[in-house]
């Protein structure tokens, strides 16, 4: 698989690091006080994932080159990737 | 059905006009089940076993949408074994191997279960402490486990690196004899056998697309091939847990990716034992058909292709050439991908779920295989008394909201380190 | 069946002889045979023992579709098992040995097996040795496994050399029969880089063995040869497509001269980026299934063929020739051109006209080869129109071909059933792919060489063949005669129609069921010429056409590929970049001995101490607890914090407050991960109001880096922060003990390091003889200590210059295994306690966490577990009984507990404390520093211990921190 860094250009996927999925919206900083409101919340962001067979919004880190992190949505049916942001 | 011995193998030799019976029947789906199991890989299979076996529930159907034991029952590298230190992982995973150690007969079907012992390379004295506490809780739980100095890994390993060229040394290690290696296809045909025997329907070419349900029950599937009505609905399709969980409105704390295996050129006999590595995780056996089975990480990002990245297979047969150089010579014939479900505690779940008489099944990340015949166990336990054994309380999916994790390996929630 | 060299003919070189051995005995053959080749120019046509019933077999292909004919090459280390002699070039001192037989492949005692064959029928494992007992498997199977394995490996490391290569190029063309010669070409005139790869040791494909078009041959290769851009490679294998154009190429020159020349790779692996992919992989000869169709002797026809007319071999009276397809004819012809005697059994009942025109052999429409017989004059049983009895040397079959769609399927499209070839042919292409030839089941050759033209671009025309392409006619016979006699179809795993017809009585009916229930197409050759005819035949037992009954899912390599190449040069000690200090070249000239902490060396302890570790620390320890050492803490992780928004972002990420450190000033701090979960400690000092210097655990280094940018990159966009990494930029080293600021005096004559000045947790930055130099007052150890950064090209300068000013005060260096033991004694965690299983109250540290401000972690820490009072968390033990140990990995209890189960916490860390004269621990327990005081028991089964401790403060010693402040 080749991933496009937005600073280097195309390169093996063994250069990236992946972030997982960045559909996920985190919870600002700063709304965390000490309701359970905000544990439900969080609980949802770091430990569900929607997994789907299809087109996935993701984190790349370009680790072992300019180090950019960005995202690009790939199939996961296919592997096939589209263009970085 | 007739059983399987010598003896009917004999006479089945001397009229070879005599047919084999059908190993299980091919029926068509009925409209009603007391239990519809979805999936027909390894758990699906044993929970139907066990559901009749220990629960007399008969009126069961699996539907598997490709043949059966199509999944990762038929891709992985056939590991057993009960080294696990966490809580519920270490009763679970114990029950799980005594359950191997008598499945050929309770099945009358050859699992080929070989306890060869597995040994696990230790390469720093820190790393011999870390071993000598699952070790430890090994035995304090009743289960074998042994420590080995350098001098005994060298008598038991013999082709080790254990020259001062090795990246990291080999200090010693942690043996369990009763770990072993199992017939990964024959546990699915075995289970499949004995629960047809047991009246349950084994449907092929069924995929599940949708479930009913009504005022928060489940009463049934829609498949490829008609409306099933269920009194009890059960899930075993990891891999695609996430995808099948969605239909009945879940979402759940787990990703699907790829971990590859590797099956290399048949040799004589050569790697006695299950050889497992401290620095990486790198796992190898020999089959008894002479090939050499092994594996490492996942990929690393969640996939449903099964086809692996080529630069995570490199770094497979370093380590598989840098912990035995002699593997350089051999040559691979063979590499595969399995889709699993990976959990953010690296655990699995057995447990009831939202929705009413709908039950879970999944997430076993890197250890669905030795876990079959306990998973489907305490999975038949928990479908039949609506309440889980003491033996899977803890794989349930409130797990993260109550900070109850299971984190075997010790790495964290693996979705930080991908 | 008997075997001879022609005299004249062929493509070896006869003016250059090659010695070789087969089991010892010597055996000549020439430059450009292959060992198969050789050996049956030299009539040895027994070569092996089949895996299940040890049947002997011989040669029944010429290329790297090979089941029986497999060897162990070479001596010693450089041993190679199951190499298929077809695909061996022949070189001088090549020693080759059969397989699976004892004592030889002639008188193979295993052969017995062959009597009791009706009881191994397919699935026999899996119907017995069950018995008596539970475990009886284990009784069976060394037995078993003994019996398998085909070739044995050598347990020597492999003293060969592997490369590995990228590689980029607009075109690849994969195969060089008459598509790809065309496709090459025809690629290079539209000007882009072209690689053209071939397996085999010469380009030509099937046109090697066609003498009559050599002339088109050698035209097309002097304008490959003329092209310059046109790079082709032979021994090149294409093992495997993966995703985005990524093909694995891997080149052999271990086949070309016995051992590689010092330096000198055996093989070459290259990663190659192709822009497009042209598939010429051309198609394998499928057998025919007949009663004991293994027999040494029968071939497939184009094996015969090629053997007659690229390596002048030829049979020498009798050929039949049974088939059910026009392209056997050719073999025929050749044959019969040579002088040997032809009859053609063809199983059809019409054979087109232009086939029959040669009165030289005998065509017998509507016959069958039903069974071979004999042992070394071969008796050919014919039935059908024609019903007799043929003896010969040779029986040359084909059932048909197969086109090669192994790689265009690695890629997931399916290949789909072309009934008018009776083959799979590819189910389509990616964009950027395209084939031609006969993997397209285009069998025709000028068809071919067009078809190749258009898939290189069609830039340039390509000269056609000599002679009119005939049609391709098949009438496909899957299913053998009914005849008794072990029928193969997988000849390596001696799976025969028999075992498929079990497999489907016994419902075993998709394709993955038959592969593993009867192991067919799992043996070296991953059943090339036996998967088609497999799933034909069960697609007829379950009255499906063939192309409902599935294909196997083709796998990477295509053949096999040594690990060796794969693993290129990243192996042994150069497995995992080891990561040094930039002191480590010091340590290692003065004493130093290292020890592997993850990728890093670094120093254990040294030699001024003692020989063992165990002596040697417990001297380091005292120089610091009571003079002053020195310690290489480079490996330490060390970020650059800077920007307007830096105190912010640190206080984000951070449990505790960094908002308002004073400049001047270090703080240790902890981070959590989302999860509430420990990721790393370490501190951070303020240089100024907008930079911050954060140092991070050496195991931590590049995920808190990691982090920090997804959380700056990503995350919190509109803070306006950078970081930058100094890891490998700078060195560190900890001057640690009562007299470390007289050593940093004497070092640093004119700098003020006074108590006033340079305070516990305060930070000078300064030029020393033109260096900056970052003098922070932190302490691991609990006593006076600094450490010192510092740009690492300058590290061994500073580090030397420290222990010549400091040598009056007895300074020396100590190593990992002290500093890890004045941690233990101070009661600080490390990596031991961080095993990403704690929360910050486990590791005692709970009060750090800031309560108004919010970080990174804090929502989830609060979860109901991560707060329950019986969690295990950070204690002191003490050993009670002196003349015990007590060992790191112990698992603990309560006095009165029975010892069972998971007890109440384990031992993390263990060390002899010097300075308390006894051994102590730091543990996690249940319930933590509550039950300070009570006695305990250290269980350690795995040595048969039960050790009595004390719960007590982890802070060993000092706890008031009068030491630090000193």
């Not at chain 2, 390469?123 to 304090?140: E, K, Y």
């Not at chain 3, 097309?220 to 985005?244: K, V, W």
Request: aromatic residues 8%; glycine residues 12%; charged residues 20%.
């Amino acid at each position: 698989m080749r991933l496009a860094c937005p600073h280097c250009g195309p390169r093996d996927y063994s250069e990236f690091r992946y972030g997982g999925d960045a559909s996920k919206q985190r919870p600002p900083h700063g709304t965390t006080g000490h309701g359970t409101g905000d544990l439900q919340t969080w609980h949802d962001f770091v430990f569900l994932f929607d997994n789907p067979k299809g087109p996935h919004l993701e984190y790349w880190q370009h680790v072992l080159g300019c180090r950019r992190w960005f995202t690009l949505t790939r199939n996961t049916a296919t592997n096939e990737v589209g263009e970085p942001k | 059905m007739s059983k399987y011995s010598a003896f009917s193998l004999a006479r089945h030799a001397l009229d070879p006009d005599l047919p084999w019976p059908r190993a299980w029947r091919s029926p068509e789906p009925k409209a009603s089940y007391d239990v519809v199991i979805v999936g027909g890989g390894g758990h699906g299979l044993a929970t139907a076993h066990y559901l009749a076996k220990n629960h007399g529930i008969t009126n069961v159907a699996i539907l598997e949408r490709s043949y059966i034991g199509s999944g990762n029952v038929g891709r992985n590298t056939t590991i057993i074994r009960s080294n696990y230190q966490m809580g519920a992982n270490t009763g679970f995973f114990e029950h799980s191997l005594k359950l191997w150690e008598g499945l050929s007969h309770d099945l009358n079907f050859n699992c080929m279960v070989s306890q060869r012992g597995q040994v696990v390379v230790a390469v720093s004295p820190v790393q011999m402490d870390v071993f000598a506490r699952r070790g430890n809780i090994m035995r304090l739980n009743g289960i074998d486990a042994e420590l080995l100095d350098r001098g005994e890994v060298m008598k038991l390993l013999p082709y080790l690196d254990y020259s001062k060229d090795a990246r990291w040394p080999v200090c010693g290690a942690i043996h369990q004899p009763r770990a072993g290696t199992a017939r990964h296809d024959a546990v699915a045909w075995g289970y499949a056998r004995s629960a047809d025997m047991a009246g349950v329907d084994i449907i092929e070419n069924c995929e599940v697309t949708g479930f009913a349900i009504e005022n928060g029950k489940v009463t049934g599937v829609e498949t490829s091939r008609g409306r099933i009505n269920a009194g009890k609905v059960a899930i075993a399709v990891a891999g695609h847990t996430s995808h099948v969980a969605k239909m009945a409105g879940l979402r759940l704390p787990v990703e699907s990716h790829i971990l590859q295996a590797f099956v290399t050129e048949p040799l004589k006999p050569i790697v006695h034992h299950v050889v497992s590595w401290g620095a990486e995780l790198f796992y190898l056996s020999q089959s008894d058909k002479g090939g050499l089975v092994f594996g490492g990480h996942i990929d690393g990002f969640n996939t449903y292709t099964q086809r692996g990245q080529f630069a995570k297979i490199r770094d497979v047969a370093e380590c598989a050439v840098s912990l035995m150089p002699f593997t350089s010579r051999v040559r691979l014939l063979r590499h595969w991908g399995g889709i699993q479900d990976m959990t953010p505690d690296g655990s699995p779940f057995i447990c009831k779920t939202p929705v009413k008489n709908l039950y879970l099944n999944g997430g076993w990340c890197y250890q669905g295989f030795k876990a079959t015949p306990a998973s489907g166990w305490t999975y038949a336990h928990t479908i039949a008394n609506d309440e889980p054994h003491a033996l899977n309380r803890d794989f349930s999916l409130d797990r993260f909201e109550k900070g109850n994790e299971l984190d075997e390996f010790g790495i964290g929630n693996w979705t930080y380190k991908q | 069946m008997t075997f001879r060299r022609l005299p004249s003919g062929g493509r070896i070189d006869r003016n250059r002889p090659v010695g070789f051995t087969l089991d010892g005995k010597r055996y000549r053959g020439f430059a450009g045979d292959t060992l198969a080749s050789a050996l049956l120019a030299n009539d040895v046509t027994l070569v092996g023992r089949s895996f299940k019933y040890h049947r002997p077999r011989g040669i029944m292909s010429a290329g790297v579709e090979e089941p029986n004919a497999l060897f162990t090459l070479h001596d010693g280390a450089r041993t190679e098992a199951n190499m298929p002699g077809t695909i061996v070039d022949l070189i001088d001192g090549l020693t080759a040995r059969t397989q699976n037989a004892w004592p030889s492949v002639e008188l193979d005692v295993m052969g017995i097996n062959q009597l009791a064959a009706p009881l191994f029928q397919s699935g026999f494992y899996y119907k017995t040795f069950m018995g008596p007992t539970k475990g009886a498997w284990m009784f069976y199977e060394p037995f078993i496994r003994r019996a398998a394995g085909l070739g044995a490996a050598t347990e020597a490391a492999d003293p060969d050399r592997y490369e590995t290569r990228f590689d980029f190029c607009d075109v690849l063309v994969i195969g060089s029969g008459a598509a790809g010669l065309a496709a090459a070409l025809s690629a290079a005139g539209g000007g882009g880089r072209v690689l053209l790869v071939e397996q085999d040791s010469a380009l030509g494909g099937g046109l090697l063995s066609e003498p009559e078009q050599d002339g088109w041959l050698q035209a097309r290769l002097g304008e490959i040869r003329n092209a310059s851009n046109i790079q082709a490679l032979t021994h090149t294998t294409a093992i495997g497509l993966y995703d985005d154009n990524m093909v694995v190429l891997v080149e052999r020159h271990d086949h070309r001269q016995p051992d590689p020349a010092k330096g000198q790779a055996r093989q070459v692996l290259t990663m190659l980026q192709a822009k497009a992919i042209v598939f010429a992989t051309g198609a394998i000869e499928r057998p025919l299934v007949f009663a004991n169709n293994d027999r040494p002797g029968v071939m497939l026809a184009s094996a015969v063929r090629t053997y007659l007319n690229r390596f002048g071999v030829a049979p020498t009276g009798r050929a039949v020739i049974a088939t059910n397809n026009d392209t056997a004819y050719a073999a025929a012809f050749d044959l019969a051109a040579q002088g040997v005697e032809v009859i053609v059994a063809d199983s059809r009942t019409e054979i087109p006209a232009d086939l029959q025109r040669r009165n030289s052999i005998e065509i017998l429409a509507g016959t069958s080869v039903v069974d071979v017989k004999g042992k070394n004059t071969l008796h050919a049983v014919l039935d059908g129109a024609e019903q007799r009895t043929i003896t010969c040397d040779v029986v040359g079959m084909s059932g048909g071909w197969s086109p090669v769609v192994h790689l265009t399927s690695h890629g997931g499209i399916k290949p789909v059933y072309n009934a008018a070839i009776a083959g799979f042919v590819p189910g389509g292409f990616a964009k950027t792919h395209s084939g031609a030839g006969a993997v397209m089941g285009t069998f025709g050759l000028n068809a071919a060489i067009r078809e190749g033209a258009a898939a290189g671009g069609g830039s340039i025309a390509i000269a056609a063949a000599g002679g009119e392409d005939r049609p391709y006619a098949i009438v496909p016979t899957w299913m053998p005669p009914r005849r008794k006699g072990k029928a193969f179809v997988d000849f390596q795993n001696d799976v025969t129609a028999k075992d498929i017809k079990n497999a489907h009585q016994e419902g075993y009916h998709s394709v993955e069921h038959l592969k593993r229930y009867t192991t067919l197409g799992m043996g070296t050759d991953q059943g090339k010429t036996s998967n088609i005819i497999a799933l034909a035949e069960m697609a007829e037992l379950r009255g499906l056409p063939i192309e409902q009954a599935g294909t196997t899912t083709f796998r990477p390599p295509y053949t096999g590929v040594s690990l060796g190449a794969i693993a290129g040069r990243t192996i042994g000690g150069h497995f995992r970049p080891t990561r040094r200090s930039p002191l480590h070249d010091w340590h290692a000239a003065n004493g130093g001995v290292f020890i592997e902490a993850g990728l890093w060396q670094r120093a254990w302890y040294y030699r001024w101490a003692g020989d063992t570790p165990e002596s040697a620390y417990v001297k380091e320890m005292g120089l610091v607890r009571r003079g002053v050492g020195i310690s290489d803490v480079s490996t330490l992780g060390k970020i650059d914090v800077q920007g307007p928004d830096a105190a912010e972002f640190l206080n984000r990420v951070y449990v505790n407050g960094f908002a308002k450190l004073p400049v001047g000033k270090a703080r240790y701090g902890v981070m959590l991960n989302d999860d509430g979960i420990v990721l790393d400690d370490g501190t951070t000092t303020r240089i100024s109001e907008t930079q911050f210097y954060m140092t991070t655990t050496t195991a931590q280094a590049g995920e808190v880096m990691s982090w920090l940018e997804f959380l700056l990159q990503t995350q919190w966009t509109d803070l306006k922060v950078q970081v930058a990494s100094l890891t490998d930029e700078w060195a560190g080293m900890a001057i640690s003990g009562p007299k470390a600021r007289a050593a940093l005096e004497l070092a640093f004559p004119g700098v003020d390091v006074s108590d006033a000045k340079l305070p516990y947790m305060g930070c000078l930055d300064f030029s020393f003889d033109g260096v900056p130099i970052r003098l922070l007052r932190l302490s691991f150890s609990g006593e006076l200590a600094y450490e010192v950064h510092l740009s690492a090209d300058y590290a061994i300068s500073l580090w030397e210059h420290f222990l010549k000013t400091g040598a009056s005060l007895g300074l020396k260096p100590y190593g990992l295994e002290a500093l890890a033991s004045l941690r233990i004694e101070k009661g600080h965690v490390a990596g031991l306690e961080l095993d990403h299983r704690n929360t910050l109250d486990d590791l005692g540290l709970g009060k750090m966490a800031g309560k108004e401000k919010d970080y990174v972690g804090k929502a989830l820490r609060q979860r109901p577990m991560y707060q329950a009072p019986e969690r295990w968390s950070l204690v002191g033990l003490e050993l009670l009984e002196p003349e015990k140990r007590l060992r790191g990995g112990a698992i603990l209890f309560a006095k009165d507990d029975k010892i069972e189960g998971h007890g109440r916490g384990y031992i993390t860390s263990v060390t002899w404390s010097v300075e308390l004269g006894k051994t102590i621990a730091l543990a996690l327990y249940n319930g933590g520093l509550k039950h300070v005081g009570e006695e305990i028991v250290c269980a350690f089964p795995l040595k048969n211990e039960l050790t009595r401790a004390k719960i007590v403060s982890p802070h060993f010693i000092d706890p008031e921190g009068k030491r630090l402040h000193a």
